[in-house]
């Protein structure tokens, strides 16, 4: 269903203060005195409300986290982790939960993709110099997997801004949150959160949407223990974006449990390791059918599954194009003769 976007002052303040002026009327002054204090009183009672409801500052109450913690132990010990672990991972303070990533991944729906930022002379630039840096490593990886080093430098470049780009949530909350969005308690919660912005949402999509996501979220972040067992990693340090993508290249956990690699040889995966990151990349490519001549049409498909824009494939082989030139890493490269065909 189409879902009707909020207005630009989505995150803006409530309401504004009025201005009572200075005006000698005694009248008027008590008046304005007795409204301002029964506002106050009425701002209180609504921002008291929005606290019990998780909507003040978009986090989940107290009384519903509880209760999804309790799911979480019960689902995770199930699925076979220890009851210690699970225990303390969901008992350390710098988990919660937000019904902004819910939104995010439930409901919000960006405009369509713009990627020409990565095209400018300043992105170009960056890349032209990550792949100047790079260099010996990426024409080793190309000659191992076939992919291009431009398109790897122009997947990273995109993605993450080449490692530039702030992960801003924790992957376990973001993960640990959406696979509970079914829950009785959780529910009715986001819906009646979610309306305030959304006044076309209506509960048959939102449930049909959580449960989707839900079961998706639930592997991803099973996925993703096992990742931060296998490679010892601090699980809650671990930040990510809003759909539970990280790295330089934003690979999802099952993802990386399939494709991502040791590139550098310290026999440790770590996507924000940019040899790993490269390797990866490539690695995920030519699983998925890359080889050196390909047309550009065959191309795009193949990133397709990377990103499933078409706008995005279109975007890495321009921004490819645009390195093939470089003075201090060419060779003769098949990703010059793609013009702009296809």
Request: with cysteine.
């Amino acid at each position: 269903m189409p879902i009707k976007m909020p207005g630009k002052d989505r995150w803006a303040a409530y309401g504004e203060g009025s201005d009572c002026g200075g005006r000698s009327d005694r009248r008027y002054a008590v008046r304005s005195v007795l409204l301002g204090r029964y506002a106050s009183l009425a701002l209180l009672v609504f921002l008291s409300w929005l606290g019990s409801a998780g909507a003040q500052d978009g986090r989940f109450p107290p009384r519903i986290q509880t209760k999804v913690q309790k799911s979480l132990q019960y689902q995770l010990t199930a699925a076979g982790f220890d009851a210690s672990f699970v225990h303390a991972l969901l008992h350390d303070e710098r988990w919660d939960l937000s019904l902004l990533v819910l939104e995010k991944n439930l409901v919000y729906r960006e405009s369509k993709a713009n990627y020409q930022h990565v095209l400018d002379a300043y992105s170009t630039s960056l890349a032209k110099d990550f792949l100047r840096k790079n260099c010996s490593f990426l024409k080793k990886t190309e000659t191992k997997f076939g992919v291009e080093k431009e398109i790897i430098v122009a997947i990273l470049l995109i993605e993450s801004s080449l490692g530039r780009h702030a992960e801003k949530h924790r992957v376990f909350n973001t993960l640990s949150g959406l696979s509970q969005a079914t829950h009785p308690d959780v529910i009715p919660l986001a819906f009646d959160y979610l309306r305030q912005f959304y006044p076309d949402l209506t509960e048959r999509y939102l449930m049909e949407r959580a449960k989707k996501k839900s079961r998706w979220a639930f592997q991803e972040m099973v996925a993703f223990l096992r990742i931060g067992i296998r490679e010892d990693l601090d699980i809650l340090d671990v930040k990510g974006s809003w759909a539970g993508a990280f790295g330089l290249p934003q690979f999802i956990p099952t993802s990386y449990l399939a494709y991502a690699i040791d590139g550098d040889g310290d026999r440790r995966v770590h996507l924000h390791n940019r040899h790993d990151a490269m390797a990866s990349v490539a690695n995920y490519l030519k699983a998925h059918g890359w080889k050196p001549g390909l047309a550009p049409e065959e191309m795009k498909r193949i990133l397709f599954r990377y990103n499933r824009s078409r706008l995005y494939g279109e975007t890495v082989l321009e921004s490819a194009r645009k390195l093939t030139n470089h003075p201090t890493c060419s060779r003769r490269s098949p990703m010059r003769n793609l013009g702009k065909r296809g």
